[in-house]
């Protein structure tokens, strides 16, 4: 995994590939890889849409290993979302077959002088750009058959949806599972926007011919990968409560903690919740397709197995487990209590390749600008169908809330930099609050997931009620998180990894035993740092200031009941998050 | 002219007026006024439709007085479109009248609890609110109609269309003009959509028994003024081009400088100027109207006369004559070259409530998206009308050009701060693109109208393909600009006052013969720059940094036909704009 592979889509005479070797970049994974290119290559100030912007797409550091958990996949860019750097991430294939064809990234450069199609395909014996028009406006679902068709059962795809031929910031790049379903998604910040103004639909990946990556000191990589594993299943998250109700098991948690964002953030709980809890749609899904529906890995190589599979009542595939900022965002956000709507708009988001919680915080804008009722399933679905459509309805909602927010003239909407805010409302979780107003991506959980902290007590706790300890809480994690997303680990790790000393040193060691080289904890630290550092001067460059690590006014100025609170960390503590 | 007028639509029972003396606010007027309370009352993070942004409408230090050129008013808020400060100012008579009445400015505080319209009447007697929602929807003319029948002949109107009831953010703020039509307008920023989310729809104004403002030394006044008249009558600009053929002279001589921006700023000359020049439209409008059709004031007092009267083939009232920045919007910047299709859209965007410029350069991003062919004038106008519907695709458009440009993934969509750059390429014309960067309005025109020096050479000529010399220009041109809008005049009176130092002289004697002041040109210069101070105060507050003050990328890399120039002034200029 020592070559870049760089398609400059404007060259001229077509679409050029070539392979180079990591050069400064060595060393680099993940989100550590996209930032750094981004950062150096990327100008702040160009257009997201433009020939100057990149789409990066990194395997982690240890993708392709046999290191378990190890199949996260990094997308960056300049985000059209937000105007500032992006990484979404996502599981899926992808990534171990793009680690064990040898490539750190693929970069997508330039625009197309022509308002035509192309797909990619990656094997062992190199790369092949086709213009194919066939697949215009093609769902993933059908692409991903049709590569299928074309290439065998063993390819791997990486692809974009209407949302994403349409440029819309809200549209994500889908990965396909092991089922090569296109079910797992770098969803947040338009990145399917840039891959759609790159005019690729699809990046076929076939690997058949390469070996698994093999580690510098196979028995310490043994060893470490061992105690690792046994950390992760010992763990009570990681261990038991993720494998059994997958991520939706915080529904009934969260809205426990009066934290649950209800109806566009309006309330703090939703008196829907048992009917679309985690623990009921594990009950259905092992009902309508067998034990163990619910319990499944988004790649090869996870030990935690947090997924799932949604059926109908007919025992059809109807979409991949919700993830619960799925359930939540299509279900209470919006008033709606009906597990198999909410399977339904997955399905949808996933096939139009859109970013489920964009979307869902967007229709609940929309409900609340009087577009439809909140709690209507149906009018739900047909708001997410326009977006298939590519009508002038569904661009606007496929542009995300802060765009529709602007359309509908609503006043209440739940986003920072522009990216909506998931599943948790930041006056019910003060230390999440911090992290949607100075996470470097906009809202965003997964950038220093402080819920583990508040409400589960992971790595310590602290009262989700009160804003003290939360900026040291929420820069501790973001820091980790930055460094975690390089590896191309599963970011769930972070539970055992905080809670059990000896588990963050068998990842260590795991990192070191494979590289061959001698990071320490620090070493760990260090680089998240220098990853949120270089994207906080690209913000800044893009002409960010400390007024975007805000949220906005009204969860200042708003009670949240049923704790009637409102978001009380100060600016100045906002300001001390990035002060290292 | 010593008391505010302050409305809180968010008093609890329902809308309260209370009349205050201007106190820290004394001797302030217009854009002086309006920026000074904004800036000292608004929270710089609040939202735009939210209860914490105000709406100021101020007319001019001079307003109701007998000096020439004195009906501006101006209109203050954090503006929905750019997010930062906003000063957009009309003529018509309500200026005129609210100075003769006493109020130096109307504040509409505070949001309605309840989703009502309601209308507000001043006059001697006190104010009255009305919850009056039959007047839901109409547009401006149908409004002031129902207006004259309520009140009489005798009201001035300020109002909104249905864009400022959908809180759009291109919606406009109507001012009737002598003929007690709604034809002059507070354009830029969506000025209208904040009157609307204060849910105020009209304030009737009938200043019946009140008197001219006296001056504080008659004699000089009246000598001052003779002077300042006899200056405006001299120069060839306000006393030759302006009233023989209204600003849409300037149509064959931007052309003809090659900085006509064309096809949503692909070109910088049009080949259908001529059938849309101002000299065709004067001609055509006095053979429709009879002679004099293309000679009007915009308000009483105007000795300039720049505006005049739109008839149909039929010699039916149409519109005013459609100013040069509306004729190129809807006209070249679409590649239409048909003055009645253009006087239709005119009227559409009056009656509707929407910034001329705005639209029609929101129109151009979506004839560059598909939506419909450059040239294809019909279209053009059903574009419009569906704003007038408040359909999906027109609530997209009446938000403007940046949000248009997301939702159709256009790249080239010309704005500054979120602000549609008006009729000169700033390829062709550097000195306005620095105004267009730096003023603290987003891309206005009006803000430093560089185009003067650069084109006409008035102050002294500098070169419009040259970056040399263009910072300081708008500098220069900004400071003065803030000052004249200020005093309620209009800006017109910049062409005589550069070139004629008697003239400006003339001004300032007229200002000290009315206050009883003892200004001096340097307090002028003062004047203005304290003005600029707290309005960068207030975007920078909101977050806007010298990032914001740059043109779009694309602007200093595509070369700009027939000169084949991109924009030249360098980052570090546009940078010593605001050091004063």
Redesign the interface.
Known sequence: MDKILRINMGANGGPEAKTESLGDYAGMGGRGLTSAIISKEV?????P??E?NKLVIAPGLLSGSAAAMSGRISVGCKS?LTGGIKEANAGGQPSQMLGRLGYAAIVLEGKPAEDSLYKVFINNDGVQIQTDNSLRMLGNYDLVDKMKAEYGEKIACISIGQAGE????GASVAFTDMELRPTRHAGRGGVG?VM??KGVKVIVVDDAGCKMRSPADAEKFKTANKEFVAGLRKHEISGEGLPAFGTNVMTNIINEAGAYPTKNFQLGRFDGCEMISGETQAELENARGGEGSATHGCHRGCVIRCSGTFYDKDGNYVTKQPEYETVWSHGGNCGINDLDAIAQIDRLDDDYGLDTIEMGATVAVAMEAGIAEFGDAEAAINLVKEVGKG???G??LG?GAE?TG????V?RVPVVKGQAMPAYDPRGIQGIGVTYATSTMGADHTAGYAVASNVAGVGGKTDPLSPEGQAELSKNLQIATAAIDATGMCLFIAFPLLDQPETFQAMVDLINAFSGSNMTADDVTELGKSILKSEREFNA?????N??D?L???FKKEKLPPHDITFQVSDQELDQVHSY
Chains 1, 2 share one sequence.
């Open positions: 100008p702040p100030s160009c257009h849409l433009g100057d059209p349409m440029k819309l910031a926007a759609g103004a009508s002038p309805l661009r606007v542009s765009v602007k359309v509908l003239g006043e460059a893009a002409g960010f200031t007024r975007d805000r906005p006014d009204y």
